[in-house]
């Protein structure tokens, strides 16, 4: 199983980026998909997670990227990507792809990649 992320780098306060991660290995539209972020000297924390086939594709989001940040799947092309607008210097982290079984729970994380919100 592999979760390849790729989109981040350096962008200025209000700026936007686009975060994919492709996955293979997997039954991809019977994984819930969810995007997790970690600051510096922060915890890991839940930013944005799509649901599965089965549980008609839901967003959900964290109130902190709510209305800013958008994800989406395209089971077509085991793709899950992460629309972020508007950024804010403390949206600098480390942004991780994880795939997680609808049904068994069985997840699986993506190396990560560097988002930086600066100036």
């Known amino acids: 199983v592999q979760l390849v992320e790729s989109g981040g780098g350096l962008v200025q306060p209000g700026g936007s980026l686009r975060l994919s991660c492709v996955v293979s290995g997997l039954t991809f539209s019977s994984y819930g998909m969810s995007w997790y972020r970690q600051g510096p000297g922060k915890e890991r924390e839940l930013a944005a997670v799509?649901?599965?086939?089965?549980?008609?594709?839901?967003?959900n989001y964290a109130d902190s990227v709510k209305g800013r940040f958008t994800i989406s799947r395209d089971n077509a092309k085991n793709t899950v990507t992460l629309q972020m607008n508007s950024l804010k210097p403390e949206d600098t982290a480390v942004y991780y792809c994880?795939?997680?079984?609808?049904?068994?729970?069985?997840?699986?994380w993506g190396q990560g990649t560097q988002v930086t919100v600066s100036s």
């Open positions: 994880n795939a997680r079984h609808s049904y068994f729970g069985t997840e699986y």
């Open positions: 799509i649901s599965s086939a089965s549980a008609g594709h839901v967003a």
